[in-house]
T-cell receptor
Framework: ETGVTQSPTHLIKTRGQQVTLRCSSQSGHNTVSWYQQALGQGPQFIFQYYREEENGRGNFPPRFSGLQFPNYSSELNVNALELDDSALYLC??????????????FGSGTRLTVV | QQQVKQSPQSLIVQKGGISIINCAYENTAFDYFPWYQQFPGKGPALLIAIRPDVSEKKEGRFTISFNKSAKQFSLHIMDSQPGDSATYFCAVTMGRRALTFGSGTRLQVQP
C-alpha cells in the first residue's frame, strides 16, 4: 500500500509568480485535503476535494485554488505569490465513504520559499 | 477564535519519564480528537485518537485522557524515549470536516 506522495519536495519562487504543487493520494483514499504549515506553527486547513469538487475551504484567499483528478490525485495552485506564502504545504488523504472520520494520512510536504 | 489551545509549547523530559501534553477546546460538537507526531522534514503522522464516548484510550506507551465536561484532552507518553523527540499536535474535528490543529508541542527526551 503506497502512502501519500507530494512533489516537488522543495521549491523556490519569486514574489508575484505562480506555483503548482502535486499530490498523489494513498491507495483507496478518495478525499484530499491541503494544509499550510508555517515554521513553528500547526497546519492550517486550505481546502478539501472530494469527487473532483471543492468540499470545504479554510480562511485562504481565492488565489489559492486546486484540482482533483479522476484518479484522486490533486494539485494546489497559488497565484501572485507573497513572501508570507513561504511554508510547508501538506497534502492529506482519507477514505471519505466511511461513516465517521478515521483520520488523515499526510504526505511529507512541499517546502515553498518565496523570495 | 482559536478552536483548540495546546500547552506547553515545549517540553524536556528525561529518558524513562512521563511526557504530558494538554489541549483544550471550545466547541462541544467536536467528535474526533487525534494526536499527531511530526518529525523534522516529515508530515504529521497519526499517533492515537479518541472519541468523546470514552474517557481514556491506551495504545502501547501512548494514552489519551479525555475530560468531556472540562473540554480538555491530553496525551501521556509513558517511559519516554529519545526516539519520541518530535513535535506533537492535537487536533479536533466533527463529522467529516477537516482537522483543526493546535499550535504544537516540541518534545525533547534527554538520554
Amino acid at each position: 500500500e503506497t502512502g501519500v506522495t507530494q512533489s516537488p519536495t522543495h521549491l523556490i519562487k519569486t514574489r508575484g509568480q505562480q506555483v503548482t504543487l502535486r499530490c498523489s493520494s494513498q491507495s483507496g483514499h478518495n478525499t484530499v485535503s491541503w494544509y499550510q504549515q508555517a515554521l513553528g506553527q500547526g497546519p492550517q486547513f486550505i481546502f478539501q476535494y472530494y469527487r473532483e469538487e471543492e468540499n470545504g475551504r479554510g480562511n485562504f484567499p481565492p488565489r489559492f485554488s486546486g484540482l482533483q483528478f479522476p484518479n484522486y490525485s490533486s494539485e494546489l495552485n497559488v497565484n501572485a505569490l507573497e513572501l508570507d506564502d513561504s511554508a510547508l504545504y501538506l497534502c492529506a488523504s482519507s477514505p471519505r465513504d466511511r461513516a465517521v472520520n478515521y483520520g488523515y494520512t499526510f504526505g511529507s510536504g512541499t517546502r515553498l520559499t518565496v523570495v | 477564535q482559536q478552536q483548540v489551545k495546546q500547552s506547553p509549547q515545549s517540553l524536556i523530559v528525561q529518558k524513562g519519564g512521563i511526557s504530558i501534553i494538554n489541549c483544550a477546546y471550545e466547541n462541544t460538537a467536536f467528535d474526533y480528537f487525534p494526536w499527531y507526531q511530526q518529525f523534522p522534514g516529515k508530515g504529521p503522522a497519526l499517533l492515537i485518537a479518541i472519541r468523546p464516548d470514552v474517557s481514556e484510550k491506551k495504545e502501547g506507551r501512548f494514552t489519551i485522557s479525555f475530560n468531556k465536561s472540562a473540554k480538555q484532552f491530553s496525551l501521556h507518553i509513558m517511559d519516554s524515549q529519545p526516539g519520541d523527540s518530535a513535535t506533537y499536535f492535537c487536533a479536533v474535528t466533527m463529522g467529516r470536516r477537516a482537522l483543526t490543529f493546535g499550535s504544537g508541542t516540541r518534545l525533547q527526551v534527554q538520554p
